[in-house]
């Protein structure tokens, strides 16, 4: 008797719609269901994100999408210089925000696991999706006590293969970091300004003192 009355509060015509009553006699509980959210903004399409108004309402978000099929969140947007993503710190202290990507495989991670990517992809003159350039952080030693990590600053090199342009890796030694630039002897390498060398030599790639 009392799901009928609530039942009939709810009901089309009632005081709301799109909300089924049942009573649940194993623990006496009324349960309230939210069948249909439409009647409070809820009017985008499958995979949208809700963002609420401030109003008692809330709103599907269009270029805002969340596919559980391929874990991919995407932000869109048709006006120029957008979409943007701002990581805001208002904490009074001198230390600056994260962006932090984090790898836990389950088990011991293995020399030459990427760790991340940031990557920019767009179109070629045929408007197919085409990769040009990304940024890949990835670890070069596991061993404990002597962690060591590689960045890598990547370019499509004229057929659309990475190509790393800049490799910064860790050295052999504590506190030592290795730069490796360019790559194929027919890179060309230029610097604006002075080039200061503070080692004693300059080497050729066979380890001959050239300098």
Known sequence: QVQDIAGALVATG???TGISVTYDDANNNMDFIIDDLH???VDGSANQLLTDDGDGTVTSESGLTYDSSSDTLQLT???AG???IE????ANTEFGQRL???KDR???PSDGDTLGIIRFEGEDSGQNATFYAQILGKIADTTGGQEGGILLFQVASHDEEAVTGLEVVDGNAEDEVDVNIASGTSSLTTIAGDLQVNGNN????DGTTCI
């Open 14 to 16: 009632g005081t709301k």
């Open 39 to 41: 009647n409070v903004g």
């Open 77 to 79: 947007s048709t006006s």
């Open 82 to 84: 957008f979409p943007r």
């Open 87 to 90: 990581i805001k710190s208002n």
């Open 100 to 102: 932090t990507f984090i």
């Open 106 to 108: 389950g088990a011991a």
């Open 202 to 205: 300059i080497k050729d790639d």
